[in-house]
């Protein structure tokens, strides 16, 4: 878990952190060092270090707010339409017959559970996705301590993670670029929060492309690792 902390949660929110960071530098940074500095140049690097640090810890939940409520509720309906309740429903061609066969066996065996039928699809589907969503998650927790999934849900978490904190990047930006134009005029500040804007808009735009590709990367891991115990 705090392998995934800092890789998942912590370093997303580092990576996008420079709009807020720029901002409190030529705001509240500054007054506080120069308010500081003459009583105790140490207090003062404290005041100046300390908040951004904990704005990043502050961002680490904003951030995974963001990311679960807008693009994992927007792309997968929260887990209903993840790759890894995709490959286990009725209607999905990804496992060979054989292998299916297997996996069926095997959930029945070891969580009394089964996969949902073609047949059981067709009548509702959205209990069929549940279902699904019931076994994913009982393997997943099988599964705890697997370093390979543990690798690829990692690299998942980080850009779901990441994707969520340049929304709030992007926002930031945009009220650096009014702010430092026409409030307190800062030509190097501004022209830093117009190439954040730009480069954190990269992501969002292929966020679909990013969250499915790496989503399926995780989906073939869990169900190998799974029928290889």
């Known amino acids: ?6 890789t998942a949660r912590l370093l997303p929110a580092a990576i ?15 007054s506080i060092s120069v308010a ?10 404290f005041f100046s270090i300390a908040p951004p640090i904990a704005l990043i810890f502050l961002l ?3 951030i ?3 990311s679960k409520e807008l693009f994992q509720r927007i792309y997968f309906q929260d887990e209903l339409a993840m790759p890894t309740t995709c490959y286990l429903l009725g209607s999905s061609t990804y496992f060979a017959p054989e292998v299916r066969q ?7 065996k070891d969580f009394d559970l089964s996969m949902p039928s073609a047949e059981e699809e067709q009548v509702n589907v959205t209990q069929c996705q549940r279902q699904a969503v019931a076994c994913v998650a009982q393997i997943r927790t099988k599964l705890r301590g697997n370093a390979f999934l543990l690798r690829h849900n990692m690299e998942f978490g980080f850009f779901r993670n990441l994707l969520g904190g340049c929304v709030l990047a992007v926002v930031v930006s945009i009220f650096d670029i009014v702010y430092f134009r026409y409030v307190a005029p800062q030509p190097l500040a501004f022209r830093l929060s117009v190439g954040f804007c730009l480069a954190y808009l990269i992501p969002i735009v292929a966020s679909k492309a990013l ?10 891991v869990l169900f190998e690792e799974y029928l290889a115990i």
């Not at 500081?36 to 690097?45: M, Y």
């Open 211 to 220: 969250l499915t590709r790496f989503g399926h990367y995780y989906a073939k």
């Open 60 to 62: 680490v939940q904003l």
């Open 64 to 66: 995974r707010f963001l």
């Open 1 to 6: 878990m705090d392998r995934y902390y800092y």
């Open 36 to 45: 500081l500095g003459e009583i105790s140049a140490t207090i003062g690097r």
């Open 102 to 108: 297997r996996l069926r066996t095997k959930l029945r």
């Open 16 to 30: 996008t952190a420079a709009p807020l960071v720029l901002l409190y530098h030529y705001t509240l940074g500054t």
